[in-house]
C-alpha cells in the first residue's frame, strides 16, 4: 500500500468480544507500522483501550440507529485502505459498505458479505479460538493467521501487593454460564487463609458476591468498585485468575495472566477459552446432550436441572497455587 495505510476495525460488540479484537490491531500495527488503525466500539468499553498504542482513534457507538446514522457520516468522510467488519450483523455490515474503502472484508456469515471484496469463513469448530477467527479477517491484506505475542494490553499502572493475590469473578449476564456458589465456596475455603483474594462483579451483583467473603478471612468484595483500567491493573499483578465464560477471561489472556475458566452451559470448543500460558479450563465431565444449550448463556436453564453446574470437578488448588500457597 502506498503513503500511509488507513484501516478501520468495525467490532462494536461486548467488551470480550472486544478484547479478542485486539491481535487484529496487533497484526496490522506489526505488518504496517506506520498505519492510522481506527477501531469503532461498543460505548462503555472504550476506557479499557484508550491510549492504546495500536489504535489512533476510537469510535464509538451506543447501538441505536441516530447514532450508526451519524457515526456513518463521520467515517464516510474519510477515505479507508481496508475496512474490517468483524461483526456478523446487518448494521455493522451495511456501515462497511457504505464508507469509502479500497477493500472490504467481513464473514462469510455477515448478510451483506457478497457485496465485500473478501469474505472470509466463519466457523465454530474444536480448537479454533476466536482471536484466531478475528486475525483470520487481516489475511486477505497480507497479515500472518498467527496471533501476535501476549501482552495484548499495557495497563499504564500494575497493582503492587507484598502478598500474592488471586482474583476470582464468578458472574456473568448469563445465569447460566454461571458455577453454583457453593462451588466457589468450597473452593475458597481450601486456600491458606495467608492468601489475599480480590472479588470482583458489576455493582448490580455486589451483594451476591460479597456472600462468598465469609468463606475466606482474606477476601475482599470489589464488585461494581472498579473501572475498566483499575481492573485491568489488578488484574496484571494478580498470580491468578479464576472465573467463568466471561470477559475476564480475555482480559487475563491479554495481559497474559493464568486463568482458570469454569464453563457450565457454553463449552470451550466455541473458541472462548483463556489463552494465557498455564491456564486451565474446568467443566462437567459428564457427556450431557443438552450441552451445549446455545452460544450464548441463557437465563435459566431450559430443563431445569442445570447438571453442566451441578457435576463440576473440584478446582486443583495445590497444582495451579502450589508455589504461592
Not at 435459566?300 to 478446582?315: A, H, Q, W
Request: hydrophobic share 40%; with cysteine.
Amino acid at each position: 500500500m502506498a503513503g500511509v495505510a488507513r484501516f478501520l476495525v468495525i467490532q462494536p460488540a461486548f467488551l470480550g468480544d472486544a478484547v479478542l479484537t485486539l491481535p487484529l490491531l496487533g497484526q496490522l500495527r506489526i505488518s504496517f507500522p506506520s498505519a492510522e488503525i481506527h477501531w469503532v466500539l461498543r460505548k462503555g468499553v472504550e476506557e479499557l483501550f484508550q491510549d492504546h498504542p495500536w489504535a489512533i482513534q476510537l469510535w464509538t457507538w451506543d447501538k441505536s440507529w441516530r447514532e450508526w446514522l451519524q457515526l456513518t457520516r463521520k467515517l464516510s468522510k474519510q477515505k479507508w485502505d481496508a475496512v474490517f467488519v468483524v461483526q456478523r450483523h446487518f448494521r455493522m455490515g451495511l456501515l462497511g459498505l457504505l464508507v469509502p474503502a479500497k477493500t472490504r472484508i467481513t464473514y462469510d456469515k455477515n448478510p451483506l458479505s457478497f457485496f465485500y471484496t473478501h469474505r472470509v469463513q466463519h466457523e465454530f469448530r474444536a480448537g479454533i479460538h476466536e482471536a484466531a477467527r478475528v486475525v483470520s479477517l487481516g489475511v486477505p491484506v497480507g497479515l500472518t493467521a498467527e496471533l501476535p505475542p501476549l501482552p495484548w494490553l499495557f495497563p499504564k499502572e500494575r497493582v503492587s501487593s507484598p502478598t500474592p493475590y488471586i482474583i476470582l469473578s464468578p458472574t456473568s449476564r448469563w445465569p447460566t454460564k454461571e458455577a453454583p456458589f457453593s462451588y466457589w465456596a468450597d473452593f475458597l475455603r481450601k486456600l491458606p487463609s495467608s492468601l489475599r483474594i480480590y472479588l470482583t462483579g458489576t455493582a448490580s451483583d455486589r451483594e451476591r458476591i460479597g456472600s462468598l467473603c465469609r468463606y475466606h478471612p482474606n477476601a475482599e468484595n470489589l464488585a461494581g468498585q472498579l473501572s475498566l483500567k483499575e481492573l485491568a491493573a489488578l488484574v496484571a499483578g494478580a498470580q491468578r485468575v479464576y472465573t467463568v465464560d466471561s470477559a475476564l477471561t480475555h482480559i487475563a489472556s491479554a495481559l497474559g495472566v493464568p486463568t482458570t475458566t469454569v464453563f457450565c452451559s457454553t463449552v470451550p470448543a466455541f473458541g472462548f477459552g483463556p489463552l494465557a500460558p498455564r491456564s486451565t479450563i474446568v467443566e462437567t465431565p459428564e457427556p450431557l446432550p443438552c450441552r451445549p444449550c446455545g452460544l450464548h448463556g441463557k437465563k435459566k436453564c431450559p430443563l431445569g436441572t442445570f447438571s453442566c453446574g451441578k457435576f463440576l470437578p473440584p478446582i486443583e488448588v495445590e497444582t495451579e497455587l502450589g508455589e504461592i500457597v
